[in-house]
């Protein structure tokens, strides 16, 4: 859960155009950009989750529903963390460290919280400047009723999800990987981003909502300009990563987009989240769901669904780094 979710300072705008982008397919093989509005001018995701299948209808204007199924990829039911196909399907021999299609590319992978935060709360109490507010260094997190904690479902999918970019060549550099006594701020999550030059970066998160709330979405930064905050070059290629990501991540999970933010589509506006307000590379949160529903809480803590979850949020990089 990031940041005050559901507190007074968040703004959300509603999102009328979902997943304008390609629909997902079961490989990430290169196709032209397809992102002039005129092309798709909205594409309505209508999430079938039936016999382990998703259905996607993409609606033209002028014409019906045109469907392209899109399974969950059979790859996703690895519990390990390096699993022996990467995000293309590929077999083993070419994630070797001959097999480069994305050498030079480098991605920043932030995972939520941090497990010793709840040791060190005058540390994280800590208010620092996000450009329009002060803000929280950073937050425990949240956890499942049995108490499995965010920060451990964050590192572990994080972790799970660079061993699959690396076997396409991607630099992967992340905020934390456990070695922090608490933290990082905010403030630095996002600048450890911009000092990399990150070509993306994403931070992992689960949701802390009411019973019932379920699916995952993606937040994506709002235009923010006020104090050291200036998110106005990211936010139209923030958006195209974002949509890619939650396209990628229901086709590999077969999770519905949530059913309590962002009206259907997946994808969330915010204005009020330091990692996004102060980035200079495009980047999204996402919530992979709601910690706090017994449905949602026992994929969160299935470690073949983490495996799923790492596959969609690969695919999902992947595919807007070749695009």
Known sequence: MCCGASGPESERATITDVFSGPSPRSTLSPEPRRRARGILVAALLVAVVAAGAVGW???????????RAAAPSPHGASATPTPSHGPTGHGAGHGAPGHTRLS??????????????????????????VGNAR??????????????????FTLDVARRARALLR???????????????????????????????????????????????????????????AGKADTSAIV??????????????????????????GNGTGLDVRSDLGGLNLSKVPKVFIECGNMRDPKDAAQLTDPQWRQKTARGIAEGITDFLEH
């Open 104 to 129: 030079g590319k480098i991605v920043v992978l932030d995972p939520g919280h941090n497990l010793r935060n709840r040791d060190h709360g005058a540390e994280i109490a800590r208010r620092v400047d």
């Open 57 to 67: 209808f993409l609606w033209r204007p002028g014409g019906g529903a045109s469907p």
């Open 135 to 152: 803000k929280e260094c950073d937050t425990t997190g949240t956890a499942t009723n049995d108490g499995y904690a965010e920060a451990s």
């Open 236 to 261: 139209a290629p923030s958006r195209a990563l974002g949509e890619r990501l939650a396209g990628r991540f229901v086709a590999a999970t077969g999770s519905a987009p949530s059913n309590y933010i």
């Open 167 to 225: 076997q396409e060549g991607v630099k992967v550099v992340f905020t934390q990987d456990g070695d922090r006594p608490y933290g990082p701020c905010v403030d630095e999550r996002a600048a450890l981003g911009n000092t990399a030059h990150a070509d993306a970066a994403v931070s992992v998160h689960a949701d802390g909502s009411a019973v019932g709330n379920r699916g995952f979405h993606v937040i994506l930064p709002a235009r923010v300009t």
